[in-house]
């Protein structure tokens, strides 16, 4: 039986390690932002993203045992997110786990980060705890930079996915918004800052997709309409419009993906949500997952920020249930840039 796990996630820019034990319980979850590495360039630069990891890596390791007040002894397995990512980032959380593992002589387990977002909202520390009412199956809405998709969760480690994004995800959609209209990199909370003094109702923006009767998310047509409403805007006026601009545009994209979560709660005859990955920070995205939970009844668990957006305490979860149904990875293990849940049987 493995009860305690330290894991790791390196697949993007975010560097983090966390001590979880089997029930979900966070000990301690560190994680080290490489956002002013970035900033300069708009965006992830992968070679800059790999070269951080191994200098944050070893000093949050020790840094995370000592706030979980745990020695080596203490810790019975190893989680790493092996896939999808920047194959330069994953290398440097495999390397560092496999290497423990052969020093310590521990179990371990790549895990798809994926899983780890649709665990995160069944996390719980001394602030957090999930509904206790709150179980498998459900329908999971993983909502990041890089995926938008509906899935069918029946237990944990089966994954139907409904549908998902056909061009950009919605956290590249609200990134590529924010860049043009000047407000930076990362974009997804600068668009939430400026939204809340905006009027949602302002501009109109198409909801792509939103009556068609599939769960395929489309986010670019969206974007390109920004882009036209913006150049119809003079220079002078787009300072006083950006609030306004920002709500109506996170109004779209919140309405689509609560619609496309509601149709497809009522086409499985669920009444069990949750919301997950980095936009599901999102505070308007938020307000609607309530109003659908209130009007339909819908019991819709969503993580607290700190678990929304990529973080090692997701990984180690969905680890430690893998590896207690007798799972192991072996030194052979390698990374993925790409791999579909619903496809995954490494
Ligand atoms: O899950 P995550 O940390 O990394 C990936 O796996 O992609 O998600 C990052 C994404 C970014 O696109 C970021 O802009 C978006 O999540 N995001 C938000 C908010 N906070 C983060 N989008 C909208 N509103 C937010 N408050
Ligand atoms: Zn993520």
């Not at 994953?90 to 371990?108: E, M, Q, W």
């Not at 996390?123 to 009412?133: M, N, R, V």
């Not at 860049?179 to 949602?200: E, F």
Request: hydrophobic residues 40%.
């Amino acid at each position: 039986m493995i009860r305690k796990v330290l894991a790791i996630e390196s697949s993007c820019d975010d560097t983090s390690v966390a001590v979880v034990d089997d029930k979900g319980f966070v000990h301690s979850c560190l994680s080290q932002s490489q956002y002013e590495a970035h900033k300069p360039f708009g965006g992830v630069v992968p070679e800059i993203a790999s070269r951080n990891h191994t200098h944050h890596i070893l000093p949050l390791i020790d840094a995370v045992l000592k706030q979980a007040v745990c020695t080596w002894d203490d810790i019975d397995g190893l989680v790493v997110t092996s896939r999808p990512g920047l194959v330069g980032s994953l290398i440097v959380g495999l390397v560092t786990v496999k290497t423990l593992a052969l020093v310590f002589n521990k179990p371990f387990i790549g895990v798809n980060h994926l899983e780890g977002h649709l665990v995160a909202p069944l996390l719980s520390d001394s602030t957090y705890k999930p509904s206790e009412d709150f179980t498998y199956p459900f329908v999971g809405l993983t909502v990041s930079g890089g995926h938008s998709s509906l899935y069918f969760v029946p237990s944990f480690g089966t994954y139907q996915e409904l549908g998902s994004t056909i061009d950009d995800a919605a956290g590249e959609a609200f990134d590529k918004f924010a860049k043009m209209v000047g407000l930076g990199y990362p974009g997804g909370v600068q668009v939430d800052q400026w939204s809340q003094k905006g009027d949602k109702a302002r501009y109109q923006f198409p909801r792509p997709l939103i009556k068609e009767d599939n769960f395929q998310f489309s986010f670019s047509g969206l974007k390109t309409a920004a882009l036209r409403t913006l150049e119809k805007i003079p220079e002078a006026e787009r300072k006083a419009e950006l609030p306004h601009l920002c709500a109506s545009y996170q109004e779209a994209i919140a309405d689509v993906l609560i619609t496309k979560l509601g149709q497809a709660l009522k086409k499985l005859g669920l009444k069990r949500a949750v919301i997950t990955g980095g936009v599901s920070a999102n505070s308007r995205l938020r307000e609607k997952a309530q109003e659908l939970s209130q009007n339909d009844g819908i019991q819709i668990q969503i993580p607290p920020i700190r678990y929304c957006t990529d973080n090692a305490a997701m990984i180690g979860f969905a680890g430690i249930q893998r590896l207690n149904r007798g799972e192991r990875s072996t030194q052979s293990l390698g990374p993925k840039p790409r791999a579909p849940l619903d496809q995954d049987h490494s």
